[in-house]
């Protein structure tokens, strides 16, 4: 008997090599490298693309919201009623302050009657800023303004205080509102329409003579989501607006400075017309 052919056979057993190992990971860290770029890259994008959504739906909803008090303002539904004429005369169904909220904005006061139906129960399609339906009975009066929210980090943030809230300094309504400016247009020869448009007047009799308002507002992301760090400017009213050279003087607030925050930013403009003032 031939001993080698019994013999077990060994078979040749051969590892890796340290070049190929390194090799190996290397092209592994590079896959990895690309996959987790695109996740982030795509994780920026639906940051952006959220940020982007919410900057439309907020922006909306504070025009929406502005427009309709501002359109409110020295609605009296019942004829005959002498009550808003003896506690609020034509002088301050809207009044305001140019310049006195956060980051220079403005605050403007509403002040409007509910509504009742023809048996007595409130109708309610007069709501105040809250949302908050409104009774024939009652006047309402509605403050909106710009301040910090110390409950949200001092974002600034829309406000309301009204007649029908029980939170002592207004409650917050939308946050990222940075800049808010209204222009109040007047009418001086009674034809109802507006003959210009100034910042809120120093005097009584010129807010009588209200009857339109152009509101412009700058709204900011929650997040640092943009490309780049870049400081941007808006000209609420368009470069035509002379603030000097209208009555009263000066409006240092219709030119807005957003600071280099990488945030997401985006202007709002509407003009109201206050059918209440004109009919």
């Known amino acids: ?115 009742n139906e023809v048996d007595g129960s409130v109708e309610g399609g007069v709501v105040n800023c809250l949302g908050v339906s409104q009774g024939g009975a009652t006047l309402v009066t509605d403050i909106l303004y710009v301040a910090a929210d110390a409950a949200n980090n001092s974002e600034p943030t829309l ?7 029980s939170t002592v300094n207004g409650t917050a309504l939308v946050p990222g509102v940075e800049n808010l400016q209204i222009l109040y247009g007047l009418d001086s020869d009674g034809d109802g329409l507006a003959d210009r448009f100034v910042p809120a007047p120093a005097a009584l009799a010129d807010w009588a003579k209200v009857v339109a308002a152009q509101v412009s507002v700058v709204l900011r992301s929650a997040q640092t989501t943009a490309t780049a760090a870049q400081a941007r400017t808006f000209n609420h009213f368009g470069n035509d607006y002379a603030p000097s050279d209208t009555a009263p003087a000066g409006d ?28």
């Open 252 to 279: 240092a607030g219709a030119v807005f400075s957003a600071p280099a925050d990488a945030r997401l930013r985006r202007a709002f403009t509407a003009t109201v017309g206050m059918r209440n003032r004109l009919f």
């Open 1 to 115: 008997m031939n001993r080698t052919a019994l013999r077990p056979t060994r078979s040749a057993q051969a590892g890796v090599s340290l070049v190929e190992l390194m090799v190996s990971i290397t092209i592994g860290l590079a896959v990895v490298a690309v996959v987790l770029q695109i996740f982030l890259g795509g994780k920026q994008t639906f940051r952006a693309q959220d940020d982007t959504a919410r900057l439309q739906e907020n922006g909306r909803f504070v025009v929406d919201l502005l427009g309709r008090e501002l359109r409110m303002a020295g609605f009296e539904p019942n004829a005959g009623r002498a009550a808003f004429s003896a506690t609020s005369n034509a002088t301050t169904h809207i009044t305001g302050r140019n310049g006195t909220g956060a980051n220079g904005s403005d605050e403007v006061t509403v002040r409007y009657f509910g509504f």
């Open 159 to 165: 406000f309301c205080d009204t007649t029908d809230d």
